[in-house]
């Protein structure tokens, strides 16, 4: 996936400082309060990305059983815990059509391999 350009990276800047401020007026200087919006914010922007925990949840649920407890990279049984959703592409989220459910090792590799 390509970098973002400069003027991209300045404009998320200028998103960044603008909400920067207003978390700022929102909390009137109180520090327990500026810190929970932006925990707040943060996660929400998380979720638009990854969905939320019980979605991948029941989408690995969802993948082990229409693989048939087998990773879909190596075929071998899936552990009991520890099964990677993986993204084909990772803009694409966390999608029935996107994601294949792997065992740590072959999620580790595609991984790798995703960086060369």
């Known amino acids: 996936m390509p970098e973002l350009s ?3 990276r300045l404009t998320a ?3 960044l400082d ?4 207003k978390i700022e007026a929102a909390s009137a200087g109180d520090e327990a309060l ?9 996660k929400r922007l998380e979720f638009d990305e990854r969905g ?3 979605h991948r949840k029941r989408l690995k649920e969802e993948k082990r059983t229409s ?5 879909a990279s190596c075929e071998e049984d899936l552990p ?6 993986h993204r084909v592409r ?4 966390y999608t029935p059509e996107n994601t294949r459910l792997l065992c740590p090792r072959c999620h580790a590799n595609a991984e790798a391999l995703a960086k060369l």
């Not at 603008?18 to 401020?21: E, G």
């Not at 990772?90 to 989220?93: V, Y």
């Open 18 to 21: 603008d909400l920067r401020a």
């Open 80 to 85: 009991a815990t520890g099964a990677e959703l």
């Open 67 to 71: 693989q048939n407890n087998l990773c």
């Open 13 to 15: 800047r200028a998103l």
């Open 6 to 8: 400069e003027p991209d």
């Open 52 to 54: 939320t925990p019980t």
């Open 90 to 93: 990772a803009i694409a989220g």
């Open 34 to 42: 500026r810190f929970q919006l932006k925990r707040y914010i943060a």
